[in-house]
């Protein structure tokens, strides 16, 4: 067994989409970044490729290259999964905890977690996610951005 460890961390600003988890979640405030900027699944991605020691996701996908601007998360997630598979590791659970200051998350996850179970083509029971708040203080705290840590456990298969 291993385990890998994932975090992300984008700019909030009006004007943009906001896509946490694979869904998109009405805002007035937005994810900043190359790609669509979904916060969860590039902290998951980072805690797939860690645990099996694929370097990271700005390795396989440069925020340099044209070919990743605005591209679907999901896009890269299904990648990142062929990549862990083709080392032949399956997954036995994810872990992620979102910090933000607004919107709820709550009534997301449920969706969430199927969205990711289905790109993942893991069952969404085998993906935990939670949601917190800073209490007001740093740049969550006042709104200005939006963070994520993600742990991975995966398996080799023998």
Known sequence: MRVGFGFDVHQLKEGYDLWIGGIKIDHPLGAVGHSDADVMIHA??????????????????PDTSETYRNIDSKILLKEVMKLVREKNYTIGN?????????PKIAPHIANMKEVLSSVMNI????????????????????????????????????
Request: proline share 0%.
């Open 44 to 61: 998951i991605c980072d805690a797939l490729l860690g645990a099996a020691n694929l370097n990271d996701i700005g390795y396989h996908f």
């Open 123 to 158: 069952r969404a029971d085998d993906i935990s996610i939670k949601a917190t708040t800073t209490e007001k203080l740093g740049y969550v705290g006042r709104g200005e951005g939006i963070s994520c840590y993600a742990v991975a456990l995966i398996d080799q298969i023998k």
């Open 94 to 102: 994810v872990d992620v905890t979102l910090c933000l200051q607004k």
